[in-house]
């Protein structure tokens, strides 16, 4: 089965990277018409999915990443709109050179290919791979969670049809609708048809895809994201800012897991947290020599400072000042978002230059590290990674690049 998805993938993804930018962006277009026409079928889905996820005890936060309503249709809408005004990143023609033989050179941005993703709970990201996928000029093979595959197949169906109502091959993207770990396994070893594979969901599932896959992986990360307090902070920006980025939404990569907090912060600041903690019941897994700040925390382990907990829990450590808050960070973070609250302008720049993370703020949340917000319509995921990409997986992220030699005759001596 899987193989056969491969062959029409791949198939496939020659027509796509024939298709003009106009073309590509009719599909686009249609998509989101189909989303309006179809979104009670998506909610009808989306329905079924969060009654089997209560009844297998799906976390609260989990299910807020399962759920679909009108306004996060909305939201996808919005987000072909985005995508449709972004810049076309095929057929780029850069650093063209003449060589003293004559010969042009140049590096052209191509597509990947075949992309595959295998995701958990969340079904908005069958609506943002896709719409990248097809502005990218990459076929797509969908591998979602058993949480959320009727809201998948929903979604799945709709962009197919739309690809189809246009006259192109529904196959630009494929849903695999079987949620058995052979499925994934299978996936991972499509060689030969599959040129990019991207997990993106929790920390077991990223280390799976990673130590089992045979084909090219683009590994997205966990998210140990840690806001630091520095002592010379305005307080009412720093819990503004721990608020957010801990309780706007806790199942997330990009909120805050682990709080640091510089020995000479004034008692106001703890003063203020203890209600962000009592607000949202937030459960504060706390070093030794911090239990006595906030009440009803429990003392934390060598692992609740690894942890990405995706729920009402964060760890919380006192730091002596900017230079043990970056080893810290250097010991327990995933390289995903770290932000430094702060009004020394020395402190600032020590942290955005060695903190080495994909993300590094200066007195705002991490809750942006997300494509959308950064102006790319959407993403594949945030890679963790170094190499090839860094950062929210946009549509320059999603392509590769080809030499192209023009001569006249030339021939090697």
């Known amino acids: 089965m899987l193989i056969d998805i491969g062959k029409r993938a791949k198939a496939a993804s020659y027509a796509l990277a024939d298709l003009s930018t106009n ?8 998509i989101k018409e189909n989303l309006d026409n ?30 679909i309503d009108d306004s996060r249709i909305d939201s996808m809408k919005d987000s072909i709109d985005v995508v449709l005004d972004l810049k076309d990143p095929i057929g780029n023609i850069s650093e063209m050179n003449k060589l003293p033989n004559g010969l042009l050179i140049g590096k052209k941005s191509v597509p990947m290919g075949v992309i595959g993703i ?16 097809l ?23 709709i962009i197919r049809k739309s690809i189809e109502d246009l006259g192109h091959n529904p196959d630009f ?9 052979d499925s994934s396994i299978a996936l991972m070893k499509l060689n030969g048809y599959l040129d990019l ?17 045979t084909v090219p992986v683009l590994e997205t990360g966990s998210g140990n994201c840690h806001v630091y307090v520095e002592k010379s902070a305005d307080i009412d920006m720093a819990l503004d800012i721990v608020k957010n980025a801990k309780a706007q939404r806790t199942g997330v ?42 009440k009803g925390s429990v003392e934390a382990t060598e692992e609740d400072y690894y942890a990405e907990y995706l729920d009402f829990e964060f760890s919380l450590k006192i730091v002596d000042d900017v230079d043990e808050a970056i080893e810290n960070i250097r010991q327990y973070s995933t390289g995903h978002s770290e932000v430094i609250v702060t009004e020394n302008y020395e402190a600032a720049m020590k942290f955005m230059e060695r903190v080495d993370s994909a993300c590094v703020y200066v007195n705002a949340s991490s809750r942006f590290t997300d494509g959308f917000e950064f102006g790319m319509g959407a993403e594949m995921g945030i890679s963790t990674q170094k190499l090839h ?25």
């Open 23 to 30: 073309a590509k962006n009719e599909i686009l277009l249609k």
């Open 197 to 213: 594979l991207i997990p993106r969901g929790s920390a077991n599932l990223i280390r799976s895809v990673v130590e089992n896959s």
């Open 253 to 294: 990569c990009n909120a805050m897991e682990s709080l640091l907090v510089d020995k000479g912060i004034s008692d106001e600041f703890y003063k203020g947290l203890q209600k962000i903690v009592d607000e949202f019941n937030i459960k504060v897994h706390s070093q030794k020599e911090a239990l006595e700040f906030i």
């Open 173 to 181: 993207v494929q849903l695999i609708e079987d949620i058995s770990r």
């Open 135 to 157: 502005k990218s000029s990459n076929a797509l093979i969908l591998r979602g969670g058993k949480e959320a595959i009727n809201t998948n197949i929903a979604i799945a169906g």
């Open 38 to 67: 179809f979104r009670d079928e998506i909610k009808n889905a989306n329905k079924k999915d969060m009654d089997s996820g209560r009844e297998s005890g799906l976390t609260d936060a989990l299910l807020d990443r399962l759920f």
């Open 118 to 133: 295998i995701y958990e709970a969340r079904p908005n990201v069958t609506l943002d791979t896709s719409i990248l996928c």
């Open 389 to 413: 990409a860094r950062g929210p997986i946009g549509l320059e992220q999603l392509t590769s690049t080809k030499f192209v030699i023009m001569g006249n005759g030339q021939i090697r001596k």
